[in-house]
């Protein structure tokens, strides 16, 4: 008996389960706005400690409605937007930008990411910042001259 009702009980589980999966599925909109990276990622390559850290994401609504940014955030306090983004409404086919600053008073290896949030087909996308920050260089003194 005991068996009879755990498999009963295991289906039921197993049914419940299948439909709250369906419903969760969304359908996207094909007249919904969609944002169109130049590149998803930029590398800054090697460049010196206290260099212009500031790169600008170029992209375009390639969607069929206009696109509006709601929020734009970087991975850590070292990724910041100096400008912002752009709060007014993107018409399709309209490009914009985003500015990123990245600490370059950081040295070493750096990939962050910045996430951006909107009303696109894919309403979270992420790009990447990425590079290498030399050395802070030595100051100047009279070390090792015997003076």
């Known amino acids: 008996m005991k068996s009879v009702l755990l498999s009963a009980l295991l289906f039921f589980?197993?049914?419940?389960?299948?439909?709250?999966?369906?419903?969760?599925?969304?359908?996207?909109?094909?007249n919904s706005p969609d944002m169109t990276f130049e590149s998803e990622t930029i590398d800054y390559g090697t460049i010196d400690y206290g260099a212009d850290g500031i790169r600008v994401f170029k992209f375009k609504n390639t969607g069929k409605s206009p696109?509006?940014?709601?929020?734009?955030?970087?991975?850590?306090?070292?990724?910041?937007?100096?400008?912002?983004?752009?709060?007014?409404?993107?018409?399709?086919?309209?490009s914009g930008t985003i500015k990123v600053k990245y600490d370059t008073q950081r040295p070493g290896t750096f990939d962050k990411k910045v996430t951006i949030t909107s009303n696109a087909k894919i309403s979270s996308k992420m790009v990447t910042i990425k590079?290498?920050?030399?050395?802070q260089p030595a100051t100047g003194g009279a070390l090792g001259t015997g003076k």
């Open 13 to 30: 589980c197993f049914i419940l389960t299948g439909k709250a999966q369906e419903s969760v599925i969304e359908s996207i909109d094909p």
């Open 67 to 94: 696109l509006l940014i709601t929020e734009v955030k970087g991975q850590c306090g070292c990724t910041t937007l100096p400008d912002g983004w752009p709060k007014e409404p993107i018409k399709p086919g309209a």
């Open 131 to 135: 590079g290498v920050i030399k050395a």
